[in-house]
């Protein structure tokens, strides 16, 4: 049975992809098949939008504070069917909705892909880890090239405009204290909050 919902903290996640265009060095896919006490997260297929909206109507939603894009794989590789997902649970609920990204929706899909959050979405989570584009090819590995970094700050800085709350993550892992204060510079440039993550090996 494939894990398309589960629960960080309060939180509801949803897996909906294990594609991802990045093959991070710190990725917690390469530690084991699920986290945080989740059933396996590789998915034996996409689920449909109607298999991920059943499995949200499991929950009771009012009894959490958020539901989650985030699982083994980058949610904006399934951007329409997301949107359709997180409009249904709009229109039943006012949980808040985040998106966990590296920020290269616009790469995967070859235009602008932050008005197609407004209304739906209330906090993107762009994962940051690098104060430029060498270091963060370094470490992301992102398919895209070295450029990545670029569009991955302009996908931010975009968002602003669209989304109530964005956040840029850095894993403590990767990045000294004088970057991660770098990093907040990048940040508070975009209009973006800084939150500065533990490993969860």
């Keep these: 049975?494939?894990?398309?919902?589960?629960?960080?903290?309060?939180?509801?996640?949803?897996?909906m992809t294990n594609r991802c265009p990045c093959a991070c060095t710190f990725c917690l896919r390469q530690n084991g098949d699920g986290i945080f006490g989740s059933g396996?997260?590789?998915l034996e297929r996409e689920p449909s939008v109607k298999e991920v909206c059943d499995s949200?109507?499991?929950?009771?939603?009012?009894?959490?504070?958020?539901?989650?894009?985030?699982?083994?794989?980058?949610?904006?590789?399934?951007?329409?069917?997301?949107?359709?997902?997180?409009?249904?649970i709009k229109e039943k609920s006012d949980i808040k909705i985040r998106i966990n990204t590296n920020g290269l929706s616009d790469l995967i899909w070859g235009e602008k892909t932050a008005p197609k959050l407004k209304g739906l979405i209330d906090t993107v989570s762009v994962s940051?880890?690098?104060?430029?584009?060498?270091e963060y090819f370094r470490m992301v590995r992102p398919k895209f090239g070295p450029d990545?970094?670029?569009?991955?700050?302009?996908?931010t800085k975009e968002c602003t405009e669209y989304v109530p709350e964005?956040?840029?993550?850095?894993?403590?892992?990767?990045?000294?204290?004088?970057e991660q204060e770098r990093c907040r510079e990048i940040c508070e440039a975009l209009g973006a909050t800084l939150r500065v993550r533990p490993y969860e090996s």
């Design 1 to 15: 049975m494939m894990t398309i919902t589960y629960v960080v903290k309060n939180g509801i996640y949803v897996n």
């Design 40 to 42: 396996p997260l590789w």
């Design 166 to 178: 964005v956040v840029m993550t850095l894993v403590d892992v990767v990045t000294s204290k004088e």
């Design 128 to 134: 940051l880890n690098a104060t430029n584009k060498e």
């Design 56 to 88: 949200i109507d499991t929950w009771e939603l009012t009894e959490y504070d958020e539901v989650v894009f985030c699982g083994y794989g980058e949610p904006t590789e399934r951007l329409e069917e997301l949107l359709q997902v997180a409009a249904h």
């Design 148 to 155: 990545s970094y670029d569009a991955m700050l302009r996908f």
